[in-house]
């Protein structure tokens, strides 16, 4: 049995963890929805502050969502727009300090204030996105999106595709 709780110490330190125990998770499986889906989790309930943390996963021009933590949410995203559909398109990770000040965001759950988008990548293509909301301002920085983007590099070669 597993069980994620809060983690503590650094962020650096909380990373270091996290990966650890997703390489944990991924072990022996090649299901991405299952892997996907056991990230989320992870992520949701060991790091603070989150109110959604899943995964939007490409299907033809438009993000569909994968599996996720939290609040129901806005089931396709059309490549290049909101926050995931930019980082999508972009291939780069967005770190949003605040989604109000972000054109074209696309507001699936009103509580959300600042966001982190982080594409998966394969063979120098967009599969799908890992998406984090949080109800703070300013939640997320450049440690978060390095180690956010180190998970979601072990996601996409711990699994076979989507």
Same mark, same amino acid.
């Given at each position: 049995? &597993? ?11 909380? *990373? ?11 072990? @022996?499986? +090649?299901?991405?929805?299952?892997? %996907?889906?056991?990230?989320? /989790? =992870?992520?949701? +309930? ?9 995964? *939007? !996963?490409?299907?033809?021009?438009? =993000?569909?969502? @994968?599996?996720?933590? @939290?609040?129901?949410? $806005?089931?396709? !995203?059309? !490549?290049?727009?909101?926050? $995931?559909?930019?980082?999508? %398109? +972009? +291939? /780069? ?13 696309? /507001? $699936? ?11 998966? !990548? ?15 301002? /300013? ?8 180690? $956010?983007?180190?998970? %979601?590099?072990? =996601? ?5 595709? &989507?």
């Amino acid at each position: 049995m &597993f069980a994620a709780n809060p983690l503590s110490g650094s962020k650096s330190e909380i *990373y270091d963890e996290l990966e650890r125990q997703a390489r944990g998770l991924f072990a @022996g499986e +090649r299901d991405a929805v299952a892997n %996907a889906a056991n990230l989320a /989790a =992870l992520l949701f +309930r060991s790091l603070p502050d989150l109110n959604w943390a899943g995964f *939007y !996963i490409l299907r033809g021009a438009a =993000l569909v969502l @994968g599996p996720f933590q @939290g609040n129901p949410a $806005c089931v396709r !995203i059309a !490549i290049g727009q909101g926050v $995931c559909g930019v980082a999508a %398109a +972009r +291939r /780069a990770s967005l770190v949003v300090p605040d989604v109000r000040a972000f054109p074209g965001h696309i /507001a $699936c759950d009103a509580a959300s204030r600042s966001e982190l988008v982080v594409p998966l !990548i394969r063979k120098d293509g967009v599969i799908g996105v890992l998406d984090l909301d949080s109800p703070l301002l /300013a939640r997320f920085d450049d440690e978060d999106r390095q180690g $956010c983007e180190r998970l %979601a590099a072990h =996601l996409v070669a711990a699994s076979d595709s &989507f």
